[in-house]
């Protein structure tokens, strides 16, 4: 059975393995890895693909925009590399329905669930790399950059900072003040504070994807209160 989702799999991201235990182990959750009682999962390849991914966009972006300022790059790789943006390149690709998970976590939610999915894909990425090099994690990458539309940037913690500093002339303060929900589905409540005060909160799937809810609602909070179009 997982020969044949191997082999499924391989045909649909277009590259074939030359060891298959580097995608197994790519695709193997913790969970499904204590049912059958071996140490080794996704995690470790889901550290290397996040910095693999990381230079990859941000070679692309940089020989693509020769006129961007480092400022614009960075928030223009933030987007890219995002969850919610991994979690939609991963379903390009059914990537959840490939995933090994345990049966107490297996259900059609988990498999959907943008933080599984965003990991999924970074051990992917860094397991094309241990397997077959830069090149070709960098070829598998390029598939899903599309520059034929602009890119909107969403990446809230940045706009946040460029306001923050130009009233309060202070970086805002992230923190985690809640987590809540079985291992499997944890969830992160994130606030936003500038000189003890509270800007707004959010909740996400991740650490990353709260701060950006809650940078996002402060950045609502703020607009309420102050024209921060004219800052």
Known sequence: MISKKIIKFQKIIEYVFNNLEVLITALTHKSY????????????????????????????????????SEGKLSQLKAQIISAPNLSVWSQKINLGDYIFLGKSDDTRESRERESLLCDAFEAVVGAIYLDGGFENARNFVLKFLDFKQEIVITDYKSKLQEIAQHLYKKIPEYRI?????????????????????????????????????????????LKESLDVNNV
């Open 177 to 221: 003040v809640k987590e809540f929900g079985p291992g499997h589905n944890k969830r992160f409540e994130a606030a936003v504070f500038v000189n003890s005060e509270l800007l707004g909160n959010g909740v996400g799937s991740s650490k990353k994807e709260a701060h950006q809810v809650a940078a996002q609602k402060s950045l609502k909070n």
């Open 33 to 68: 890895a204590s049912q059958i009682g071996q140490n080794s999962c996704n995690e470790r390849m889901e550290f290397l693909g996040d910095s693999v991914l990381s230079a990859i966009v941000a070679e692309t972006l940089y020989l693509h925009y020769p006129t961007y």
